[in-house]
C-alpha cells in the first residue's frame, strides 16, 4: 500500500542523524547498540535485527535521540510490520486459529453435555412411577408383532439342550466347579431369553435333582444365593424387571438386601411369602 | 462435574494480580479489566460487607469514614490479606463474565513474583479457587511479561526482562521457556510514592497523601537527568502550621526523590547481569533488555538504565499489561502446544 509515500523508519532517522552531523559510530555509542545494528536499522534491514519488539523500542530510542517523534517513527514501523507480516515473533503464528478451532467444538460438547444432563435428571421421574410395568411391555412389544410365536420355542430347544447336558455333567461327578460352571450357563441363558411364563416343568427338575428358584423383581435388589452346598448361585445388584430364574440343590439360603423389590418368589413353581416385605428390610431365608 | 460444565460457559482468564492494579486478560477479547487493587470494607459492628472494589474503591483510599476502611489486600506482589483478596478477584471474575447464567467457573493463570515463598504461591492459588476458579495456574511475573511483550522465550537465546511493579520489580533472564536467573527486589511504583511523600515532607514540611504523591509521579516524575524540566502545583497540610498550603514542586526535585529507589533496582539490574552465564550475557550485551510494567511509564527510566548498563534498552509496547497479556498467550501456547512453562499446579 503506497510504499513509496511513505518514508521508511530507518531512513528518516538516517536523514535525521546526517542532519546532525554525527557519524554512524557516535549515534550506536550514544545509542549503546552495536554499529551493525544501527547500519541494519539505517537500512531498513530488518533481517539483519532481532524481533520486532526489539527493532521497534531501537527505532523509539533512536528518534527520541534525533530529537524525532518516536511514536510516529515507531508506528511506521509497525504499520510496515503489520502489512508484510515478516516477522513471526510479534503475532505467534498459528495462535489465533487454535481457539477458533477448539471454539466450536466446545460448544457443541457443552449443549451435548447439558442435554445429557437433562435427560439424566429427568428420566428416572418418569420411569420411577410405571416402573417395571413400562419396560416390560417394551420389550414385549419389541419383539412379539414379528416372532412371538417363534420365540417360546426356541427358548425351550434352549433349556432342553442344556438339561442333557447338565445330566451327563451331573453323572459324570467328576469335577465339582465344572458342575457350577454348567449350572449357571443354564441359568445365564435362561434369565436371558425365556418369555414371561415359566415354561419348564418342575418335573423335570426334580429328576435331575435340582430345585428352581424363580424370582421376579420389581426394583433394584442386592441379593445372595446359596444352594444346599453353600455355593453362592448368586451375588450382587440385580436390575428391576429382571425375572430370574436359579437351578440349583434346595434347600437354598437366601440373602436379600430390599424385602419390597421381590414382587414374586417360586420355589419348584409353588408361591412363597417373604416374612416381610417393607421397603428396605433385609431378609435371610432358607427354602424350603 | 458441575463444575466443568460451568467452565463450559467460562472463559480462560490470565490474572495479573498485581499490588497496584489487577488486570484480566480474555482469550479473543483482550484486557478486559484493569482496575486498582483495592477494596473498600464497611464494617456494621463485628459485620463486615465489601463496599467497593477497584477504582471506586481507590477514590475512598485515604478519604474514608471510620465504618469504612479501603484497604490494599496485595502487598510486595504477594497477599497480605486472604480474605479480601478472595473477595476482590470473585468480584473481578464475575465482572467479566457478564452472562449471569451459570456463576463463572473459568480456568485462570495468575502470576505470581519469582521470588514469591511456596506460602505465598499457595495463597494466591488458593484465594484465586475460592473466588470460583475451576482451574489455577500459577506463573511467574517476568515470565508472562517477556512473553507479552514478544521476546523470543522459547528460543536459546537470553532475553532479559525487567518488569517495574507496583510492589516489586522483577528481573530475570530468561531462555528456552525457562527463567535462567531471576531476582526480585520490593522496590516499586509504591516505593516511589513513599519517596515523595517523604521528599516533600522533608523539604517542604508539609504532608501529602499517597494518592498525590502518585499523581506527581505520573505528571512530573522523571528518572534521568537532563529532560525537559516540568513542574506541578500540589497543596500539602503544611506540619508546622497545621493548615493546607500551596506550593510548587519540579521534576528536579522528584529526580532527587526518586533517587535511592531507583539506585536499588539499576543495582539489582547490574547483579542480575554480573550472575548471567557468559552466552546470554552476550545475547544480552547485543540485543539489550527490556522494561515492563507500570515503573516502564516513569519518564527515561530507559534511559536511566541505558546509562548505568551501558546496554540497550527498550520499553515493551504497551508496558502496563505485558503480564496481563504474556499469561494470556501463555495459556494459549498450554492448550495449542503443551507449552510447559508454568512454575506449578
Same mark, same amino acid.
Given at each position: 500500500m503506497s510504499? =513509496?509515500?511513505?518514508?521508511?523508519?530507518?531512513?528518516?532517522?538516517?536523514?535525521?542523524?546526517?542532519?546532525?552531523?554525527?557519524?554512524?559510530?557516535?549515534?550506536? =555509542?550514544?545509542?549503546?547498540?552495536?554499529?551493525?545494528?544501527?547500519?541494519?536499522?539505517?537500512?531498513?534491514?530488518?533481517?539483519?535485527?532481532p524481533e520486532a519488539t526489539f527493532v521497534k523500542g531501537y527505532l523509539k530510542n533512536y528518534a527520541r535521540l534525533l530529537g524525532l517523534p518516536a511514536d510516529e517513527v515507531a508506528n511506521t514501523f509497525q504499520q510496515m510490520v503489520n502489512e508484510d507480516a515478516f516477522d513471526k515473533p510479534l503475532e505467534l503464528p498459528s495462535l489465533p486459529r487454535k481457539p477458533a478451532l477448539l471454539g466450536r467444538p466446545l460448544v457443541w460438547v457443552s449443549l451435548l453435555v447439558l442435554i445429557g444432563v437433562l435427560a439424566v435428571i429427568f428420566w428416572?421421574?418418569?420411569?420411577?412411577?410405571?416402573?417395571?410395568?413400562?419396560?416390560?411391555?417394551?420389550?414385549?412389544?419389541?419383539?412379539?408383532?414379528?416372532?412371538?410365536?417363534?420365540?417360546?420355542?426356541?427358548?425351550?430347544?434352549?433349556?432342553?439342550?442344556?438339561?442333557?447336558?447338565?445330566s451327563a455333567m451331573a453323572d459324570v461327578d467328576a469335577e465339582p466347579s465344572a458342575e457350577i460352571d454348567a449350572g449357571q450357563e443354564v441359568a445365564d441363558v435362561t434369565d436371558e431369553t425365556v418369555a414371561e411364563e415359566p415354561a419348564v416343568d418342575p418335573d423335570m427338575l426334580a429328576s435331575n435333582g435340582l430345585d428352581r428358584l424363580v424370582l421376579d423383581l420389581s426394583a433394584d435388589c442386592w441379593m445372595e444365593i446359596r444352594d444346599a452346598n453353600g455355593r453362592v448361585l448368586r451375588q450382587g445388584v440385580k436390575p428391576a424387571g429382571a425375572l430370574m430364574r436359579v437351578d440349583g440343590k434346595a434347600p437354598f439360603s437366601l440373602k436379600i438386601g430390599n424385602a419390597a423389590a421381590i414382587s414374586e418368589l417360586f420355589l419348584n413353581g409353588e408361591v412363597v411369602t417373604l416374612p416381610t416385605d417393607s421397603p428396605g428390610s433385609v431378609v435371610n431365608l432358607t427354602l424350603p | 462435574m458441575i463444575k466443568r460444565i460451568r467452565g463450559m460457559f467460562s472463559t480462560d482468564l490470565s490474572i495479573d494480580l498485581g499490588t497496584a492494579n489487577t488486570l484480566? *486478560?480474555?482469550?479473543?477479547?483482550?484486557?478486559?479489566?484493569?482496575?486498582?487493587?483495592?477494596?473498600?470494607?464497611?464494617?456494621?459492628?463485628?459485620?463486615?460487607?465489601?463496599?467497593?472494589?477497584?477504582?471506586?474503591?481507590?477514590?475512598?483510599?485515604?478519604?474514608?469514614?471510620g465504618n469504612i476502611t479501603a484497604i490494599r489486600p496485595m502487598k510486595d506482589g504477594v497477599i497480605a490479606d486472604f480474605d479480601v483478596t478472595e473477595k476482590m478477584l470473585q468480584y473481578f471474575i464475575k465482572k467479566v463474565h457478564d452472562t449471569g447464567f451459570f456463576p463463572p467457573a473459568p480456568r485462570v493463570l495468575v502470576c505470581v513474583p519469582c521470588k514469591s515463598t511456596q506460602v505465598e504461591r499457595r495463597a494466591i492459588q488458593d484465594s484465586a479457587?475460592?473466588?470460583?476458579?475451576?482451574?489455577?495456574?500459577?506463573?511467574?511475573?517476568?515470565?508472562?511479561?517477556?512473553?507479552?511483550?514478544? +521476546?523470543?522465550?522459547?528460543?536459546?537465546?537470553?532475553?532479559?526482562?525487567?518488569?517495574?511493579?507496583?510492589?516489586?520489580?522483577?528481573?530475570? +533472564?530468561?531462555?528456552?521457556?525457562?527463567?535462567?536467573?531471576?531476582?526480585?527486589?520490593?522496590?516499586?511504583?509504591?516505593?516511589?510514592?513513599?519517596?515523595?511523600?517523604?521528599?516533600?515532607?522533608?523539604?517542604?514540611?508539609?504532608?501529602?497523601?499517597?494518592?498525590?504523591?502518585?499523581?506527581? =509521579?505520573?505528571?512530573?516524575?522523571?528518572? *534521568?537527568?537532563?529532560?525537559?524540566?516540568?513542574?506541578?502545583?500540589?497543596r500539602g497540610r503544611n506540619l508546622a502550621e497545621g493548615v493546607p498550603r500551596s506550593f510548587t514542586l519540579n521534576s528536579e526535585e522528584i529526580l532527587e526523590a526518586l533517587k535511592e529507589p531507583l539506585a536499588a533496582i539499576v543495582n539489582a539490574v547490574k547483579n542480575a547481569l554480573e550472575a548471567s552465564p557468559p552466552e546470554l550475557a552476550s545475547d544480552i550485551a547485543e540485543r539489550g533488555l527490556v522494561i515492563t510494567g507500570g515503573g516502564a511509564l516513569l519518564r527515561d527510566i530507559?534511559?536511566?538504565?541505558?546509562?548505568?548498563?551501558?546496554?540497550?534498552?527498550?520499553?515493551?509496547?504497551?508496558?502496563?499489561?505485558?503480564?496481563?497479556?504474556?499469561?494470556?498467550?501463555?495459556?494459549?501456547?498450554?492448550?495449542?502446544?503443551?507449552?510447559?512453562?508454568?512454575?506449578?499446579?
Amino acid at each position: 500500500m503506497s510504499d =513509496k509515500m511513505v518514508v521508511l523508519p530507518g531512513e528518516r532517522c538516517r536523514k535525521a542523524r546526517e542532519a546532525m552531523g554525527w557519524t554512524t559510530a557516535e549515534a550506536a =555509542k550514544r545509542m549503546h547498540l552495536s554499529q551493525t545494528y544501527l547500519l541494519a536499522l539505517e537500512a531498513d534491514d530488518y533481517e539483519r535485527l532481532p524481533e520486532a519488539t526489539f527493532v521497534k523500542g531501537y527505532l523509539k530510542n533512536y528518534a527520541r535521540l534525533l530529537g524525532l517523534p518516536a511514536d510516529e517513527v515507531a508506528n511506521t514501523f509497525q504499520q510496515m510490520v503489520n502489512e508484510d507480516a515478516f516477522d513471526k515473533p510479534l503475532e505467534l503464528p498459528s495462535l489465533p486459529r487454535k481457539p477458533a478451532l477448539l471454539g466450536r467444538p466446545l460448544v457443541w460438547v457443552s449443549l451435548l453435555v447439558l442435554i445429557g444432563v437433562l435427560a439424566v435428571i429427568f428420566w428416572p421421574q418418569g420411569s420411577s412411577e410405571t416402573g417395571s410395568d413400562t419396560l416390560a411391555p417394551v420389550e414385549e412389544m419389541a419383539e412379539e408383532p414379528e416372532q412371538s410365536e417363534d420365540i417360546e420355542q426356541p427358548v425351550e430347544s434352549e433349556v432342553g439342550e442344556a438339561e442333557p447336558f447338565e445330566s451327563a455333567m451331573a453323572d459324570v461327578d467328576a469335577e465339582p466347579s465344572a458342575e457350577i460352571d454348567a449350572g449357571q450357563e443354564v441359568a445365564d441363558v435362561t434369565d436371558e431369553t425365556v418369555a414371561e411364563e415359566p415354561a419348564v416343568d418342575p418335573d423335570m427338575l426334580a429328576s435331575n435333582g435340582l430345585d428352581r428358584l424363580v424370582l421376579d423383581l420389581s426394583a433394584d435388589c442386592w441379593m445372595e444365593i446359596r444352594d444346599a452346598n453353600g455355593r453362592v448361585l448368586r451375588q450382587g445388584v440385580k436390575p428391576a424387571g429382571a425375572l430370574m430364574r436359579v437351578d440349583g440343590k434346595a434347600p437354598f439360603s437366601l440373602k436379600i438386601g430390599n424385602a419390597a423389590a421381590i414382587s414374586e418368589l417360586f420355589l419348584n413353581g409353588e408361591v412363597v411369602t417373604l416374612p416381610t416385605d417393607s421397603p428396605g428390610s433385609v431378609v435371610n431365608l432358607t427354602l424350603p | 462435574m458441575i463444575k466443568r460444565i460451568r467452565g463450559m460457559f467460562s472463559t480462560d482468564l490470565s490474572i495479573d494480580l498485581g499490588t497496584a492494579n489487577t488486570l484480566i *486478560y480474555v482469550r479473543g477479547r483482550g484486557i478486559v479489566l484493569d482496575e486498582p487493587s483495592v477494596v473498600a470494607i464497611r464494617h456494621h459492628g463485628a459485620q463486615k460487607s465489601v463496599a467497593a472494589v477497584g477504582a471506586d474503591a481507590k477514590r475512598m483510599l485515604g478519604r474514608t469514614p471510620g465504618n469504612i476502611t479501603a484497604i490494599r489486600p496485595m502487598k510486595d506482589g504477594v497477599i497480605a490479606d486472604f480474605d479480601v483478596t478472595e473477595k476482590m478477584l470473585q468480584y473481578f471474575i464475575k465482572k467479566v463474565h457478564d452472562t449471569g447464567f451459570f456463576p463463572p467457573a473459568p480456568r485462570v493463570l495468575v502470576c505470581v513474583p519469582c521470588k514469591s515463598t511456596q506460602v505465598e504461591r499457595r495463597a494466591i492459588q488458593d484465594s484465586a479457587y475460592g473466588a470460583g476458579a475451576r482451574d489455577v495456574y500459577l506463573i511467574e511475573e517476568p515470565m508472562a511479561a517477556a512473553i507479552g511483550a514478544g +521476546l523470543p522465550v522459547e528460543e536459546a537465546r537470553g532475553s532479559m526482562v525487567v518488569d517495574i511493579g507496583g510492589g516489586t520489580t522483577e528481573i530475570a +533472564l530468561i531462555s528456552l521457556n525457562g527463567v535462567v536467573y531471576s531476582e526480585s527486589v520490593r522496590i516499586g511504583g509504591d516505593r516511589f510514592d513513599e519517596a515523595i511523600v517523604a521528599f516533600v515532607r522533608k523539604e517542604y514540611g508539609s504532608l501529602i497523601g499517597e494518592s498525590t504523591a502518585e499523581r506527581i =509521579k505520573h505528571e512530573i516524575g522523571t528518572a *534521568y537527568p537532563g529532560g525537559e524540566i516540568r513542574e506541578i502545583d500540589v497543596r500539602g497540610r503544611n506540619l508546622a502550621e497545621g493548615v493546607p498550603r500551596s506550593f510548587t514542586l519540579n521534576s528536579e526535585e522528584i529526580l532527587e526523590a526518586l533517587k535511592e529507589p531507583l539506585a536499588a533496582i539499576v543495582n539489582a539490574v547490574k547483579n542480575a547481569l554480573e550472575a548471567s552465564p557468559p552466552e546470554l550475557a552476550s545475547d544480552i550485551a547485543e540485543r539489550g533488555l527490556v522494561i515492563t510494567g507500570g515503573g516502564a511509564l516513569l519518564r527515561d527510566i530507559d534511559r536511566l538504565l541505558s546509562e548505568e548498563t551501558g546496554l540497550p534498552v527498550i520499553i515493551a509496547d504497551d508496558p502496563l499489561t505485558c503480564v496481563a497479556r504474556g499469561g494470556g498467550k501463555a495459556l494459549e501456547l498450554m492448550d495449542s502446544q503443551g507449552f510447559d512453562m508454568l512454575a506449578m499446579g
